[in-house]
């Protein structure tokens, strides 16, 4: 999902980063909310309503509905799916896994994160399965670290995934984010230690862990922007986003 603005600073200024920990601070407190009113029965769209609803109770903007041709304060995804699905009329039932992602803008920065949830009591290779993404996007985030490079980000997600017998998304990346949404650099899911751009002071990141249980390859469905996984295995989502600091990364966008 792309928006179309000028070309952002890579680096942020200490106003920038506190209204951008304002924008975390609200995306993390509307994700709680969709958390809490994830059950057997619930669907997509009426979770996308809450989120509207309550974005739009702390002042601030959807980030999504700034993407061209995007409706939705959320992307949803089901299953085999992986990223931007449309929030639609299909209700969750009991062994499914569901990701949310979600962004806000306040007073004109971004935040963005993600989560994927299982939808009652699943299988426990399911289990397993969303266990290494929320813990790899952890380590991750742990290599956000001044004077480490994006390649130390992108190493450690691909080591930790691909050593669990799972799949990179490799057309897929996280990103920086400020006043736009999607900005330099790009933080892929694979890569070399020691490679890349340097990790710099007051850098704002959008860390994604991107995967599925079969081999990683994606395609998109019908309506033009759900993307599933090729071979109809598994898809997972995990993403917050951080600042760095020298005391290390600091999570913008908080939640347990």
């Known amino acids: 999902m792309e928006t179309k603005q000028g070309k952002p600073k890579v680096i942020k200024t200490l106003q920038e980063i506190e209204t951008m920990k304002m924008s975390g601070g609200i995306c993390a407190g509307v994700l709680k909310k969709l958390i809490a009113n994830v059950k057997s029965g619930q669907t997509c769209s009426a979770l996308d309503k809450i989120a509207q609803s309550e ?23 089901l299953n085999d799916q992986v990223v931007h699905g449309i929030p639609n009329e299909r209700k969750l039932r009991e062994g499914d896994i569901l990701g949310m992602d979600l962004g806000v803008c306040y007073s004109g920065y971004h935040s963005d994160m993600a989560i994927t949830l299982p939808i009652g009591e699943v299988l426990l290779s399911t289990e397993k399965f969303l266990k290494v993404g929320r813990e790899t996007l952890e380590r991750a985030i742990h290599q956000a670290q001044v004077g480490n490079t994006i390649g ?8 930790e995934i691909e050593g669990a017998g799972y799949s990179v998304v490799k057309s897929l990346t996280g990103h920086g984010i400020g006043r736009n949404l999607h900005e330099e650099p790009l933080v892929p899911g694979f890569g070399k230690k020691g490679k890349g751009t340097k990790i710099l002071k007051n850098m704002t990141l959008a860390i994604e862990i991107i995967y599925t249980q079969g081999s990683g390859e994606v395609v998109q469905e019908r309506d033009g922007w759900t993307i599933k996984s090729a071979d109809g295995s598994l898809g997972g989502l995990f993403e917050k986003t951080v600042v760095t600091s020298e005391d290390g990364p600091i999570v913008l966008t908080p939640y347990s």
């Open 152 to 159: 130390d980000i992108s190493a450690t997600i691909q080591e």
């Open 55 to 77: 974005i739009e109770k702390q002042k601030s903007t959807p980030s999504f509905m700034t993407v061209e041709g995007y409706k939705w304060a959320i992307c949803t995804t």
